[in-house]
């Protein structure tokens, strides 16, 4: 979904004429129509017809009105998330909620992505967009189930390779199978019982984390449920033979893979608990370090600490050889059973193609 510089600035002109509080006339009405039927596959995501598109892009910009009032509170403020909020964001809030609708129990959203894809932003800002519609909306990590900093303490002297958290294997599983049940039961049985949603902090015990007080919730409506490898299945043992990826080089390195892969059997109930999965995917898996680079160099220009370029490439290489994007991630979004939306991620974080994996 890339924009030209005319038509970004067209959008971008029509969006402030909306912030200003006014209505959409006849011409901007038609360049909005235009800009919308350009994409077909974006088209058929969002089930936008040439029959219905006016009254989509109607029923948008009072949205786009609502939601603009709390702009402040977005984690992302330019000009290009702006008009990404138009073409995106806002339109998959409106799947959700209309997802939602009728249900006896919250819809449970699934949303993939590895470092640097946004998928921690994308579900901050669906939240004040749920909102706004009338959908009480949580977003709860695969961070928020890591097992405890004593029980990951244990672990690393069973297992000595497990020398940072994320990893599968690290998280209680039975923990986030528990809150969703929960979640779930809440609502159809029409009741105010309080939930309480695990939270972690991951600068607690000088950057390893730990969990912290939880978060009460009751009447969830939506349920965003975001990880690094949220909805991944494993792989047959045998692509192990074959592949040739760095940083899986040496046997050792092929020996944590596969028992990573094997330690993924555990999470498939968790998965199943999921409603639908939306896959953030760059369109080289590389461009997570580059990002992770860019994020370091920036929190260290701020006065705060943050890892070298040496320690991020080990660092982001660790996560590679335990699930790489390209045996897991990859075979994934070819899947129509198991992922209903594919977001692409460019290099410079612009939004690429958004389709649904073909049958």
């Known amino acids: 979904m890339q924009f030209s510089n005319s038509s970004l600035g067209q959008i971008l002109h029509i969006l402030q004429i909306l912030q200003q509080g006014k209505s959409l006339g ?6 909005l129509v235009n800009q919308e039927l350009i994409d077909q596959k974006r088209a058929d995501v969002f089930n936008i017809t040439l029959a219905d598109v006016r009254e989509v892009i109607m029923e948008r910009s009072l949205l786009f009105q609502s939601v603009i009032t709390d702009y402040d509170k977005f984690p992302l403020r330019d000009n290009y998330s702006l008009a990404t909020l138009w073409k995106l964001w806002l339109p998959l809030g409106i799947k959700l909620a209309n997802k939602c609708q009728n249900l006896s129990c919250p819809f449970i959203q699934g949303m993939l992505g590895g470092q640097g894809t946004g998928k921690t932003t994308l579900a901050k800002i669906l939240v004040l967009i749920l909102d706004k519609l009338g959908y009480k909306t949580i977003s709860i990590s695969i961070d928020d189930i890591y097992k405890t900093y004593a029980e990951r303490q244990l672990l ?94 040496t046997e050792a390195d092929k020996k944590f893979a596969r028992d990573m892969n094997k330690n993924l059997i555990e999470y498939l109930p968790l998965w199943e608990k999921l409603d639908s999965l939306i896959v953030l995917y760059p369109t080289d898996y590389r461009f997570s370090k580059q990002w992770r680079k860019q994020a370091e160099q920036q929190m260290i220009a701020s006065g705060k600490s943050g890892m070298s370029d040496d320690e991020i490439e080990k660092f982001v290489d660790y996560f590679w050889q335990a699930l790489h994007p390209e045996l897991f991630i990859k075979p994934l979004i070819q899947n129509q059973e198991l992922v209903d939306l594919v977001i692409e991620i460019n290099s410079d974080h612009s939004l690429g193609n958004i389709y649904q994996p073909k049958s």
């Open 26 to 31: 006849k011409k901007e009405l038609e360049i």
């Open 156 to 249: 690393e002297k069973q297992d000595s390779r497990l020398i940072w958290r994320g990893p599968p294997g690290t998280h209680d599983v039975s923990l986030g199978i528990e809150i969703l049940d929960k979640l779930r039961q809440s609502k159809s049985q029409n009741s105010d019982s309080l939930i309480a949603i695990p939270r972690f902090n991951k600068s607690l015990f000088n950057g390893a984390g730990d969990r912290i007080e939880p978060e009460i919730v009751t009447k969830v409506d939506i349920v965003l449920f975001e990880g690094w490898f949220v909805g991944v299945r494993p792989v047959e043992d045998k692509v192990f033979d074959f592949a040739k990826l760095p940083p899986i080089i």
